[in-house]
DNA sequence: TAGTGGTCTAGACCACTTG
DNA sequence: AAGTGGTCTAGACCACTAC
């Protein structure tokens, strides 16, 4: 195997696995060769190919086991996420079947709610950057995200900012900053009537609501999101190994 | 330190410091001792103790920051469960401040509906078991669990069923099978009259659903689950690491 | 019994941050 | 420059499963 040295020899051992499974060369079901075959043939250490297959188990790619062998898992393809992709809306648009694109609402700054200023610990009356965004299955609008970020973490003219970036992006870019953790609500709620009218949902329907705080590697908050999620059209849908 | 061989030392030294983290030992927000003296402190290779704290991180408890160190996380008071933990209702119930109880509405046999027998890949007409519990946060019903199981897989009389338990411990007790993985559609409803009567809510309000199905390693459907989640007091609250 | 994945070790080197 | 976490290796032994 070739090896090109741009990125960790783990990474590509995963993305090479990836895609035998996804290209059928691992067929469904079936048994993979085992962790001595691998290793041997892409010429890396067992502990190498461990970790990736780790990582895969962990996605529900594939399922181990012990005295055994190592199998690819039939069931994935009922599956739009797991947890290491759930904030990747385009993704998750595209795994449910549809084409997705993204239409930029607003960008703007404004002074920050007494609720918001408490969730990303700032003083009074200081301001943020209001991002709403609209994300579209095909062409029905599924997804309406709306985020805020502190004025103060900005360092570039608000005009300049892509609204069609993912919010990893838009922070690295734009703010220099790098996402360390993040915790998410799940609610239930009613469709407000502005939320309704965007999402062409009626007034009175269910959908689900994604409160969602991004963290720096210093605990700092740096992102507030209220994302609304017409789950009558998109399936959210999470794989998980079972320790 | 002393390690009972009964665990694996992986396995112990995620308790010593789940537990230093847990009694302020290792205070929030503070730097933890490195990998190296760790590993010094407790006779484990620096791998074993690599491997541990890699969980603890995904697990979101601690930040880990290349060439500076590790710290406690000090965000995760405001977190009820990682995907780790999810689906011990208990656990939830307890994290948010409540006192967990478990009480068994229905144990019965019936036979399958189109849908359970497409879904657990029966013969049409087949039988399962038919399981309905209510978790109580304090005194108040917050979750109904339905879940049902192939009867086919059951080795006992269902007399003997305990239905306080886990599902984990009913599958592995009572049909001795694990679980392999699990996919979880999160859905936002409407409380049917049923359930609505059950969690004390009004027939209009929205509740999360929660459509589980749980499989065994070689992708046997094992059950199939819908779990209504008053989410008005309960909050499904989330961390995860970003990448 | 042979082969698989699971656990653990000891040590090397690198990339990065801080003082 | 010193110390941290990140990556990788080579090899040992164990627990388990299938044949």
Redesign the interface.
Known sequence: MRLIQSKSIADQVEELLRGRIREGLYAP?SRMPSESELSDEMGVSRATVRTVLAKLAVN?LI?R?QGDGT?V???MQ??SAN??N?WDFSYLIESNGFAPSIQPVVTESRIATEKEALALALEPGEKLLSLIRLFYADTRPVILARNVIPLSLVCVPIEQIDGRLHI?DILQNYCKK?????????????AGADVAATLSKQPND???ELEVS??S?D?TPLVLGSNYFD?AVL?????????
Do not use: C
């Open positions: 079901g529900g399922l086991k199998y898992n039939a069931m009922k599956v947890l290491g759930v990893r790098e996402i360390a953790f993040v915790i998410t609500d799940i609610h239930s709620a009613r269910t959908i689900l991004f963290f590697d605990s789950d399936r959210l849908s999470l794989v998980q190994a079972w320790t």
